[in-house]
């Protein structure tokens, strides 16, 4: 969790692209869907979900846009030269982004609260055994969030 009004700054590995998230955020889940590992080459990413106008980003990143698991383009932002992934965001109504932790230049600030696409999860992987785990998407945040944007996958 991002408190509300707290700025975490963040960037990519070569320092072309920076930027700047204020909480507060929707949630910070764990995400081991297929496209994440694919996407990450890791067993699963971290990702913290917030609006994209509480994203300040310096920077023009590459993108790369596919299907996600609910029919909904995901379109994923990440540096041009050092290939380091930013943000995912989606063309569902609400402007939910899903900004990637490891990405933040102190990951430790913000801690997960879920574990998501658990039924896709490799078989070395680990999670916090405390952490709520859901076989797919998790349930909306709240209730002024459309599911459809709640979900997480291809994050
Ligand atoms: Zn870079
Ligand atoms: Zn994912």
Known sequence: ??????????????????????????????????????????????????????????????????????GGSVTRHFCGTCGGRLYTSGTLPGEVIMVQAGSLDDPSAVSPDSVIYVKDAPAWDYFDPGLPKYEAMRPRPHHTIPVAEAQPNGA
Do not use: W
């Open 1 to 70: 969790m991002v408190a509300d009004g707290v700025t975490l700054e963040g960037g990519c590995l070569c320092g072309a692209m920076r930027y700047k998230l204020t909480g507060p955020s929707l949630f910070v889940s764990q995400c081991a869907c297929k496209d994440c590992q694919k996407a990450t080459g890791t067993g699963h990413t971290t990702i913290v979900g917030i609006h994209n106008s509480q994203l300040d980003l310096t920077g023009t990143p590459a993108t790369y846009t596919n299907e996600g698991d609910t």
